[in-house]
Nanobody, 127 residues
Framework: HVQLVESGGGSVEAGGSLRLSCAAS????????MGWYRQGIGEEREGVAA????????YYADSVQGRFTISQNNAKDMVYLQMDSLKFEDTAVYYC?????????????????????WGQGTQVTVS
């Protein structure tokens, strides 16, 4: 079965950077969609970024556009989220998600229901 393991969370001062990693295993499909979601205390889960392996197209929430970058490795079994210029409001638990196989995501923005598999989450705290 599909397994996702996130790493790279932690505490950082505002303006700093963190890089989240997600290792995916348990599937053989090449075409997949991978995304990062986050959920702050008392808030709904929010889509942050997503990437479609078929054409490397990406999605970013307006709140992170220009500050966060999503990427994959060549084997398409790792997804990264480079987070720069972090703000206090970026504080949340960040979840990796994957959909395999994947033909794309909802428009204009991917929904959590577009993804079937989720990691356990990693805490990001910006002070």
């Amino acid at each position: 079965h599909v397994q996702l393991v996130e790493s790279g969370g932690g505490s950082v001062e505002a303006g700093g950077s963190l890089r989240l990693s997600c290792a995916a295993s348990g599937y053989s499909y090449i075409v997949n969609c991978m995304g990062w979601y986050r959920q702050g205390i008392g808030e709904e889960r929010e889509g942050v970024a997503a990437i479609f392996t078929s054409d490397d197209s990406t999605y970013y929430a307006d709140s992170v556009q220009g500050r966060f970058t999503i990427s994959q490795n060549n084997a398409k079994d790792m997804v990264y989220l480079q987070m720069d210029s972090l703000k206090f409001e970026d504080t949340a638990v960040y979840y990796c998600a994957v959909e395999v196989p994947c033909m794309g995501w909802s428009m204009p923005a991917p929904k959590a229901s577009d993804f079937d598999h989720w990691g356990q989450g990693t805490q990001v705290t910006v002070s």
